[in-house]
């Protein structure tokens, strides 16, 4: 036993030892691969926009360097960008910008975003220029602002309005055995709707119908502006698919040209006058943003304007680029509020909520903050529930016509295995000094006198949400609760029944601060700046594949996604102001 104890431990001791040696050289290769040459821009340079790996608003920062240095990501974000292409207008090395097959996971929101500012760009007489092998309608959103689009001859061309699918469970909690007790108020509350029923109520059917249609009457009005084409004609388009070719979206002159890609690198030769034999000068959107964050501008004010970015879900702890904590969120509002050259805030929300805690905790500060200083909120492609719940006690509110809001309404819900354990012959007994001093039993049935104090604390949590909304947003409790009950709404809607002050994204929010804080010349300054051990990111090291990645190859992203929607409900824990459901927009 002693001999096979020792080459246990002689074993462990080489993992050990090799494990360290390997994350050494990472560290070493990280470290001293990061210092590459400074990225030059040459004369007569195309930007290719390429946002594939851009997905968040904020690309995170943190508080200890070698955090920076280890963590993964392109460390640019989409508001980099978007600067990034502000820049790039007075820049006379940039003559254009390129979208060549650009595929990204950003939201209708952030597309908007990053569309008004290619038109922005466009107005400084500068091109933009447009190809795809095939065109989803998310894609084309973004593509139709360009001066001259490009299809593949045999490319696809997806035009035909938008849809949301949603998945039920009734009938397989019943074969299963597995129950999800739900707690809520609100009747449009729907995110707990699937495992209550095999069809979509009414309630949920209408707002999910006003919101789709809403986004898309958004998106028309942007093409039918760029395309010279009007909305009626573009409905028609779509409910005939009468795109869905590349000839025929040439006919309906949604596209201008239908040909292959060099055809459209010679186009831009010839913009450029370059040689047809000849490369033109390229310089992708994520090193140009890169050499524009680290070139350092004089400023001559010590004004600033503090950009706190709270994007993902809402959980408790120290949050991260991908979710809302409210350790660092608080952090970042209190060094902002102590900050005596920071003169107001803009609080950047892209989240659809989560915990209902977290949520008062972070409103709080704000609250604390905004007797100081200015605070402005801008919404993303949503600010639902949880999100809104942070949102709503800011100075004013910007949001896109698009922006998913709203949703004000909590729920509880409790995973029950009593039908399965029954079936299975697994029996449970419990045994108390007291007659409430038993916890909830996933595995016995749901006690009617703890679904009414649960009920209560569910009521409770929404009375708070609606009375925060209400002082927020200078209204009574009674027209609060009238656009409450979990219902969300896009941000053209937003406006008219009082949620939202004004229609635009970050740069209008950041201006309105400015305004109220009443200064003119500023420098802006991002947080929050996240603290992070060693331990929270060796999972994303190369040779620490995530559970994620393995599901995703071994059975497909659908089933993933599925997996990962089950999973999140059974897994939340406490009353959750979350928004009411997921859509995923084709």
Request: proline fraction near 2%; hydrophobic fraction near 40%.
């Amino acid at each position: 036993m002693k001999f096979l104890g020792n080459v246990l431990a002689t074993i462990v001791g080489l993992f050990v030892f090799i494990m360290m040696f390997v994350f050494g050289i990472i560290i070493i290769a990280t470290v001293f691969g990061g210092k590459s040459e400074e990225i030059a821009v040459k004369d007569n340079s195309v930007i290719e926009l390429n946002l594939e790996h851009i997905k968040n608003d904020y690309a995170g920062k943190y508080k200890d360097p070698w955090m920076s240095i280890l963590s993964d990501g392109e460390k640019v974000g989409l508001i980099d960008v978007i600067n990034a292409i502000e820049k790039a207008k007075t820049d006379s090395d940039i003559k254009g910008i390129s979208i060549l097959n650009d595929e990204s996971e950003l939201g209708m929101a952030q597309r908007k975003t990053l569309r008004d500012a290619l038109e922005s760009f466009k107005k400084s007489g500068k091109f933009v220029m447009a190809y795809a092998n095939s065109y989803s309608q998310k894609e084309y959103y973004l593509n139709s602002v360009a001066n001259t689009i490009y299809l593949n001859p045999v490319g696809d061309f997806d035009f035909k309005g938008l849809s949301a699918e949603i998945m039920f469970f009734k009938d397989l909690q019943e074969k299963t055995g597995v129950k999800m007790e739900v707690i809520r108020h609100g009747k449009y509350k729907s995110a707990v709707e699937p495992f209550l029923e095999n069809k979509m109520s009414d309630a949920n059917r209408e707002q999910t119908s006003a919101l789709l249609n809403s986004i898309w009457s958004s998106v028309t009005a942007d093409i039918s502006k760029s395309r010279n084409i009007s909305v009626t004609r573009l409905n028609e388009i779509a409910n005939g698919l009468l795109a869905r070719t590349p000839e025929m979206a040439k006919a309906e002159k949604l596209v201008d040209v239908v040909a292959y890609e060099d055809v459209y690198h010679d186009a831009i030769r010839q913009i450029l006058k370059v040689d047809k034999d000849k490369d033109y000068n390229k310089v992708s959107i994520l090193d140009y943003t890169r050499k524009m964050t680290t070139t350092s501008e004089s400023s001559d004010t010590k004004d600033k304007i503090a950009i706190i970015y709270a994007q993902g879900e809402i959980k408790s702890g120290e949050g991260d680029v991908n979710t809302i904590g409210e350790i660092s969120m608080n952090r970042s509002l209190i060094e902002a509020r102590k900050d005596k050259n920071v003169k107001a805030i803009v609080l950047r929300i892209n989240s659809p909520g989560g915990n209902a805690l977290t949520s008062d905790l972070i409103w709080r500060e704000i609250e604390l903050t905004k007797k100081v200083k200015p605070v402005v909120v801008s919404m993303g492609n949503y600010a639902a529930s949880g999100g809104y719940y942070i949102a709503c006690n800011a100075n004013k509110i910007f949001a896109e016509n698009n922006t998913i809001t709203g949703s004000i309404g909590v729920f509880g819900i409790l995973p029950n295995f009593s039908p399965l354990a029954t079936k299975i012959g697994l029996h449970t007994e419990q045994v108390k000094t007291n007659e409430n001093a038993a916890e909830y039993s996933p595995f016995l049935p749901l006690d009617e006198k703890f679904k009414a104090i649960t009920l209560e604390g569910v009521e409770h949590i929404y009375k708070t949400f609606v009375t925060h909304v209400a002082e927020g947003r200078k209204m009574t409790f009674a027209q609060v609760d009238s656009i409450a009950q979990g219902r969300v709404w896009s941000g053209s809607e937003a406006i008219k029944i009082g949620l939202v002050d004004k229609i635009g994204g970050i740069n209008e929010a950041i201006n309105e601060a400015a305004t109220l804080a009443k200064i003119k010349n500023y420098s802006t300054q991002n947080f929050p700046e996240y603290e992070k051990n060693i331990n929270d990111i060796l999972e994303h090291l190369p040779f620490a594949k995530s559970k994620e990645s393995f599901i995703k190859e071994e059975f497909g992203t659908e089933t993933f996604k599925i997996m990962e929607q089950i999973k999140r409900v059974q897994s939340k824990k406490g009353v959750q102001a979350m928004m009411p459901f997921e859509i995923s927009i084709q």
